[in-house]
């Protein structure tokens, strides 16, 4: 039984939201279509197609501030969480449970805008000790079933991001990340491969119309250490375009060339908000 439905979001957590916010601004070609926030957090979201980016910070006082602010302490700007939509949170907790993850019962959060509209989801967010380590969650569609609008684009919209094409995890114990990302959590494995040449074993899950990457050395071995969050790899229609755009906002980035996947073509961005390591692709080139 396959329950999620999509990636939901990728959250991250930074110190400086507005900071943050300019950046991905620049990097993605698009505005956030909300900035608010409630319980002690403040956000900005930007809506794809396929799956949103929340960048978060702690604001005021209240229990997720606080969840964010030891995150923050503890491990530093980046990921702090991947969201699943799931069509039904409550079931979804039940189904996971059996299998071995635990979860907290679902509950409702809150988002107030800047302006008083105010956003409403329900969420359950599963044990780390059972995920390998990181922040999963599982989120019911929008309570209004209407879909969040887009982020807008800024400027030549061939130049812009698209939608994530996947985001990197970094897992000690491929075998580990099989179990928990496929026979628990029901995700598609598409394709396990591993290329002795770049020393790495990738599973490929999707995830509706994204996908999460796992990625385990073959250099060293399996282990029960945690996995942790790697990139992001965001999709443009046009590379060249894209890296000109990225470049001339004052990004650091590579030349474009032939990715690994055939019919692709990537380039890199540094000195990304939060220090997400970040690539972008063109498909179907």
């Known amino acids: 039984m396959t329950m999620i439905t999509a990636l939901d979001h990728v959250a991250l957590a930074v110190n400086d939201l507005d900071a943050a916010v300019a950046s991905y601004r620049e990097l993605l070609g698009r505005e956030p279509n909300w900035l608010g926030g409630d319980g002690g957090a403040r956000h900005a979201w930007f809506q794809f197609p396929n799956m949103a980016l929340d960048v978060i910070t702690p604001h005021g006082e209240g229990a997720f501030g606080d969840t964010i602010r030891k995150h923050l302490a503890e491990h530093g700007e980046g990921i702090w969480a991947v969201a699943f939509t799931v069509e039904n949170a409550e079931a979804a907790q039940k189904l996971v449970g059996r299998r071995g993850l635990r979860g907290s019962v679902p509950g409702p959060t809150r988002s107030t805008h800047d302006d008083g509209r105010k956003r409403y989801w329900t969420t359950s967010a599963l044990n780390a000790a059972d995920t390998g380590g990181l922040n999963i969650l599982l989120v019911d569609p929008p309570r209004s079933g209407e879909p969040w609008p887009q982020s807008p684009v800024i400027g030549d919209a061939a130049a812009t991001v698209t939608e994530l094409d996947h985001v990197v995890v970094q897992t000690a114990n491929a075998d580990r990340a099989l179990a928990i990302w496929g026979a628990k959590l029901g995700l598609d494995l598409r394709l396990d491969r591993s290329n002795q040449q770049w020393g790495v074993r990738q599973l490929f899950f999707r995830a ?36 000109a755009r990225i470049a001339a906002a004052g990004f650091e980035v590579s030349e474009v060339r032939v990715g690994r996947k055939p019919g692709t073509r990537v380039f890199t961005a540094r000195h990304v908000a939060a220090g997400v390591p970040t690539i972008l692709i063109q498909q179907n080139a």
């Open 208 to 243: 509706g119309a994204a996908v999460v990457e796992m990625a385990a050395s073959l250099k060293t071995p399996a282990s029960d250490a945690p996995d942790t969050f790697g990139g992001l790899a965001w999709r443009v229609a046009d590379a060249e375009a894209a890296q």
